[in-house]
């Protein structure tokens, strides 16, 4: 059984930093990419971030230069850095083959206050 499970969501104010982990279990880790997705009140989920084995991250343009993702052994981590209002959401983990997520976390909630 796979399981994502996200962790390090909190109330941080506008500027400050902040690190997601995301433990995974269950996953033939070389078979996918590991993403990082937020769901901002009223709005779509939207693409943040993803690693894989073959290429270099990728970052959305929203958090380019700000935010870090990584991954050790079976953990995923987004570092997010100079933190905006904006920012504020629920972050999900997930695992991609070509681009289509197979798996969710159950999320992570970020607030950014000012």
């Known amino acids: 059984q796979v399981r994502l499970v996200e962790s390090g969501g909190s109330l941080v104010q506008a500027g400050g930093s902040l690190r997601l982990s995301c433990v995974t279990s269950?996953?033939?880790?070389?078979?996918?990419?590991m993403a990082w997705y937020r769901q901002a009140p009223g709005k779509e989920r939207e693409y943040v971030a993803h690693?894989?084995?073959?290429?270099a991250p990728y970052y959305a343009d929203s958090v380019r230069t700000r935010f870090f993702i990584s991954r050790a052994g079976a953990t995923i981590y987004l570092e997010m850095n100079g933190l905006k209002l904006e920012d504020t959401a629920v972050y999900y983990c997930a695992a991609r083959r070509a681009d289509e997520v197979d798996f969710w976390g159950q999320g992570t909630r970020v607030t950014v206050s000012s």
């Open positions: 269950g996953l033939p880790f070389e078979d996918y990419d």
């Open positions: 690693i894989s084995w073959r290429r």
